[in-house]
């Protein structure tokens, strides 16, 4: 048996290159006890641990986060008058916000938005309800006929018509409200009217429909200086007894005329 392993064992080394005596020397002295032992090479010495670097422990505690209420929870009372914007709420919530308090600005919408302070437009006075003419003259009201259709009065129609609006024929009792007519029928391009005076039947005196009367100057201003027969009045004894203004009749301007009552002409009527 040894020496079918010895065989083979110089077979194993004569295979590996070796020659027959030198494999044989070789098996020999694996088994010699007293063989010297082959120095060991020196040990190189192990490498210094490398220094380890320990992170600093996270705390497992999640951050401190602020849940603001929701929208709905809000009282109506606390912002009645600035709603809370939709997209603040949604920005509050997301995850970039979370862990910090994110103020919530108010919007007012353009409905509850003040209105600037206006100063009204000033308000006209009311007319008054009491005035009954088209013509107002000195606070006075007077009804211009010619301005509503009636020329064709004669003078007894014309005082019926004032007196039916509450009015009578007017009195030209003053050297303003004389010149004030005098150039309003001028200024109207109306040719005459009735005004509301009557001769004595001597023409020397006129008499108003508001009771008072005046001596006549024949020919003199606001009485023409021509007429049919001259200066006026110019109608006999009886005759032309209605006081009426001629607008440039007899080219003399806007004057004083005696005419017969039975003429037909618009008037004027004051309150």
């Known amino acids: 048996m040894r020496i079918s392993i010895l065989v083979l064992a110089v077979l194993l080394a004569g295979a590996n290159g ?5 494999g044989l020397m070789s098996f020999v002295n694996r088994f010699n006890p007293f063989r010297p032992s ?14 380890s670097f320990s992170s600093p422990s996270i705390s497992s505690n999640p951050p401190p986060s602020f849940n603001p209420p929701p929208v709905s929870s809000i009282s109506a009372s606390s912002f009645s008058s600035a709603p809370v914007s939709s997209s603040s709420a949604s920005s509050s919530n997301s995850p970039a916000s979370s862990g910090s308090i994110q103020s919530q600005p108010l919007v007012i919408s353009p409905s509850q938005a003040p209105l600037p302070a206006t100063s009204s437009p000033p308000v006209p006075p009311p007319v008054s309800s009491s005035r009954r003419g088209n013509h107002q003259w000195a606070g006075g009201d007077y009804l211009l006929s010619w301005r509503e259709g009636q020329n064709g009065l004669s003078w007894g129609q014309a005082r019926q018509y004032c007196s039916s609006r509450g009015m009578r024929m007017i009195s030209m009792d003053s050297p303003a409200k004389v010149q004030h007519f005098l150039n ?3 200024a109207d ?3 005459y009217f009735w005004a509301g005076g009557r001769l004595s039947s001597d023409k020397r005196t006129l008499r108003w429909e508001n009771g008072r009367s005046e001596g006549i100057r024949k020919g003199q201003h606001p009485w023409s200086f021509t007429g049919s027969r001259g200066a006026q009045p110019d109608g006999g004894r009886g005759s032309e007894e209605c006081l009426a203004v001629l607008n440039n009749f007899y080219n003399d301007g806007s004057k004083f005329h005696d005419v017969g009552c039975s003429h037909r002409k618009p008037t004027v009527c004051e309150a």
């Open 18 to 22: 070796q020659g027959f005596f030198s």
């Open 184 to 186: 309003q029928v001028v």
């Open 38 to 51: 082959r120095p060991q090479p020196p040990r190189r010495p192990a490498p210094p641990p490398a220094p």
């Open 189 to 191: 391009n109306a040719p």
